[in-house]
Structures are given as C-alpha cells and as structure tokens.
C-alpha cells in the first residue's frame, strides 16, 4: 500500500520555469516530510524538509508548501534549470520511524 | 557534514556467491541505518532498519536468510547478499540517521551500489 502519492509521475519544463510536484499522504501521525533529489546511479540527496507546523519552507530556489488539512506537500522549483533534471522524490514519516517513499517524479527541464 | 559513503560503487558476481557492501557514515555516529534497494525508473524500497547493537528488522517480504544486515558500530552498517542470483540485481542503497544530530529525523544516503549479478 502507497502511503506516499506523487504526481505527475514525469514533467517538463522550459528553463526559467516553475517546476511543481505534488504529494498526498494518508497517515496523520506523518510528522517529517522531506524532499529528495536523485540524479542517475547516484543516492538521494535531502533537498528540503519541513514539518506539519508550518505551512511553508523555502531554501533558495525550493519551496515546500504544506497543507495539513488537505494532507498534501508540493515542491516548487523556481527558476528552473538544466541542472535540475533528476528524479524527485517526495517522502514522509512518523518520528523515529523509516520514510514512506513516492514513487518519483522524472522532471527534466529543457534549454 | 553528514556524509555516508558505500562501498562498492559496483559489483558484478558468478550466481552463486555472496556479497558483501558495506555502508560507513564518515563525520557523525549513525544510531540508526537503513537498507533500501531500487530498481531501474522505481522508487526507493525499504529492505530493513537497523539499530546499532541490535538486531536489524526486516521488511515484510524480505529475506532475512538472504540478506544479512550486521550494524556493528556507530559508524558501519553491512548488508551481505548470500548465494546472489540475477533476480538479486539491483541498486541498493543505504542510508543512516543519528539522534545526536539537530535534526533527529534527517537521513542522509550513500552513493549506492550496483549489484550485477551473472
């Protein structure tokens, strides 16, 4: 069972663009929700991470915005760039307790 | 800080024989490891958490036979794959988490390993 859902499973964007993915979870004890880029034949890197006491985070060009009532998370990538194509994937936990992975976001962004 | 690294990058082996990876957090003291294995354009599958001293736990479907994990210290995590055979193949992918850092609830993942089995 998905605990985690993602959409759209694959994105393009034109460079300068905003990049956004959007996640849906089920468990209301989820306290942790992290944001992981993955480039191929590489391990997942932390992009960003917030907690459901907040309804916004952003570091540079990423945002998380965080709705608990509706029990969603997306991630905006501004300004978006070559750089930024990799595989997305949204996570979420309960503290102290594995993350429940989406299924990934294939986002390439086009010159 | 917080950097995990893995060890092979890559491995091709006979069917039949096992392997070893091993995974080292190399600036801080994993409390906590976990496994994960991924297959080509799919996500991030949980094999098993394990807690150093302890014994590791298994996600349901995973073979804790086949797949041994021994967290032996703060700092190194192995997974062994025994008698590997083709199905085996994959990306596995660890990655670990300490209660002594700010953020207890943030993992931080190695390179991986590609696993090829013959």
């Known amino acids: 069972q998905q605990q985690v859902k993602q959409s759209p499973q694959s994105l393009i964007v034109q460079k300068g663009g905003i990049s956004i993915i959007n996640c849906a979870y089920e468990?209301?004890?989820?306290?942790?929700f992290p944001w992981y880029q993955q480039f191929p034949g590489k391990g997942p890197a932390l992009l960003i991470a917030?907690?459901?006491?907040?309804s916004e985070k952003k570091e540079g060009r990423f945002t998380i915005s965080f709705n608990k009532s509706a029990k969603q998370f997306s991630l905006h990538i501004m300004d978006s760039q070559p750089g930024d194509s990799a595989t997305y994937f949204c996570?979420?936990?309960?503290?102290?307790?594995?993350?429940?992975f989406g299924k990934g976001t294939s986002l390439l962004v086009t010159p | 800080g917080a950097v995990v690294s893995q060890h092979p990058s890559r491995v091709i082996c006979k069917s039949g024989t096992s392997v070893k990876i091993e995974c080292r957090s190399l600036d801080f003291q994993a409390t906590t490891m976990f496994w994960y294995r991924q297959f080509p354009k799919q996500s991030l599958m949980l094999m098993a958490t394990s807690n150093e001293g302890s014994k590791a736990t298994y996600e349901q479907g995973v073979e804790k036979d086949k797949f041994l994990i021994n967290h032996a210290s703060l700092t190194l995590s192995t997974l062994t794959v025994t008698s590997a055979h083709p199905e085996d193949s994959s990306f596995y992918i660890c990655?670990?988490?300490?209660?002594?850092?700010?953020?207890?609830?943030?993992?931080?993942f190695g390179p991986g390993t590609r696993l090829l089995v013959l």
């Open positions: 917030i907690r459901p006491d907040v």
């Open positions: 996570a979420a936990s309960m503290s102290g307790y594995a993350l429940n």
């Open positions: 990655s670990a988490r300490s209660r002594f850092r700010a953020n207890q609830e943030t993992q931080y």
């Open positions: 468990n209301t004890a989820f306290d942790y």
